[in-house]
């Protein structure tokens, strides 16, 4: 499918799918807690490396401030990793079925790409993912998570 003839509004700008990613990782009714003077570790970015060091740090009894301008889960979830993954595997079932018949399998004329049906799955697949970097699971006592961009300090108290 050519991409004039696709038109913007075959796929959903919002599904629930995406309310519900957002329910997790962005939710409408976050409010960030009151920082602690001190912290152990603070971590810039909730994406899949900094999630696993604020977890781990908290875990082991460190206080830790976890930092996030936008959705936890960073790019990996949210844009990158997850989404392209899914895509590419719609990708390579499209392409195992314009060669099944070197294989011995016959496919119907006419089998096409449904992009909107691929959007759909790639969004239901972030959502199932959701719950593992979602806000709800890093809100806990050890682990202060703020939605705001860190700032520069001159001064650092020993």
Known sequence: MSAASMSASSVAPFSGD?????????????????PA????????????A????????????AK???????RLGGDCLNFGCVPSKAL???????ATM?????????????????FAAVMRRMRALRAAL?????AERFRRPALT????MGRRCDSVEP
């Open 130 to 134: 959701a719950p593992h970097d979602s």
């Open 145 to 148: 998570r703020s939605t705001s």
């Open 50 to 61: 900094g999630l696993v060091a604020a977890a781990g740090a908290a875990g082991l009894g």
């Open 18 to 34: 995406d309310a519900d990613l957002d329910r997790h990782v962005a939710p409408p009714d976050w409010v960030n807690p009151t």
């Open 98 to 114: 314009r060669n099944a018949s070197g294989f011995g399998v016959e496919v119907p004329n006419g089998t096409r790409v449904d």
């Open 88 to 94: 590419l595997k719609s990708a390579r079932v499209m």
């Open 64 to 70: 830790v401030a976890l930092i996030e301008k936008r």
């Open 37 to 48: 003077k001190r912290y152990h570790l603070v971590v810039i970015g909730a994406g899949p």
